[in-house]
């Protein structure tokens, strides 16, 4: 069975960066046609921060956009999100998602896989 999981994250003050990746078991990455990350907060939906779609550039929401970048590392099988500049508000739960429909988008319901998460926690 499938499995996704995230590594990588933890607690750094404002202005500091992480590496989250997320790894896949089973599989390659390239079986899957879109990866995405999302965060979640307590008492918020997940949200979407970074999308990878084949069919053109990288995809992310406002907020973390000249911050955060998203890459495929297929010598290591893995999906990471490299976060720079971290701000208080980057703090969540990070999910990596992988999906195989014909076409990508950054919303929670086109994505089949999930990765049980990892924490930033980000500190002013």
């Known amino acids: 069975q499938v499995q996704l999981w995230e590594s990588g994250g933890g607690s750094v003050q404002a202005g500091g960066s992480l590496n989250l990746s997320c790894a896949i078991s089973?599989?390659?990455?390239?079986?899957?046609?879109?990866w995405a990350w999302f965060r979640q907060v307590p008492g918020k939906e997940r949200e979407g921060v970074a999308l990878i779609d084949p069919d053109g550039p990288p995809v992310y929401v406002a907020s973390v956009k000249g911050r955060f970048t998203i890459s495929e590392d297929r010598s290591r099988n893995t999906v990471d999100l490299q976060m720079n500049n971290l701000e208080p508000q980057d703090t969540a739960m990070y999910y990596c998602?992988?999906?195989?429909?014909?076409?990508?988008?950054?919303?929670?319901?086109?994505?089949?896989?999930w990765g049980r998460g990892t924490q930033v926690t980000v500190s002013s």
């Open positions: 998602a992988a999906g195989r429909r014909g076409w990508c988008a950054m919303i929670v319901g086109y994505f089949n896989y």
């Open positions: 089973e599989d390659t990455i390239d079986n899957y046609r879109c």
